[in-house]
């Protein structure tokens, strides 16, 4: 199985997320906000799930730092959050989002993307 980076500041949805990859066989780095999670980011991970309204670095900022890195240009990033209007996905998509998950989420919706994503 993979390992997989979770970045959120709840940690309630961390542990969640973590919790339902760890349940299907995934390592998880856990990280607390996009500056953590660059500073955990390592090429081991093969997914980013990342939270986009985080302070220090939000997921858009994160995922921009992720793509400026040539080792991590095709890392797969699916941003997991409450945003779902049209103009916020868009700027995900600009910004090199693999995908998109509305909170709340359920374990086999976020498997299923997950197992998509990794194929």
């Given at each position: 199985?993979?390992?997989?980076?979770?970045?959120?500041?709840?940690?309630?949805?961390?542990?969640?997320?973590?919790?339902?990859?760890?349940?299907?066989?995934?390592?998880?780095?856990?990280?607390?906000?996009?500056?953590?999670?660059?500073?955990?980011?390592?090429?081991?991970?093969?997914?980013?799930?990342?939270?986009?309204?985080?302070?220090n670095?939000?997921?858009?900022?994160?995922?921009?730092?992720?793509?400026?890195?040539?080792?991590?240009?095709?890392?797969?990033?699916?941003?997991?959050?409450?945003?779902?209007?049209?103009?916020?996905?868009?700027?995900?998509r600009?910004?090199g989002?693999?995908?998109?998950?509305?909170?709340?989420?359920?374990?086999?919706?976020?498997?299923?993307?997950?197992?998509?994503?990794?194929?």
């Amino acid at each position: 199985m993979a390992t997989i980076l979770t970045v959120d500041d709840s940690k309630s949805i961390r542990q969640m997320v973590t919790f339902t990859l760890q349940q299907a066989g995934h390592d998880v780095i856990e990280a607390e906000d996009g500056q953590d999670a660059l500073n955990k980011l390592t090429g081991d991970v093969k997914l980013v799930l990342t939270d986009l309204n985080m302070p220090n670095l939000n997921g858009i900022e994160l995922i921009k730092a992720i793509r400026a890195n040539a080792a991590y240009k095709f890392l797969p990033v699916i941003m997991l959050t409450t945003e779902s209007q049209d103009d916020i996905k868009q700027q995900g998509r600009a910004a090199g989002a693999t995908g998109w998950i509305v909170k709340p989420f359920n374990p086999d919706q976020l498997l299923g993307v997950v197992g998509k994503v990794l194929k």
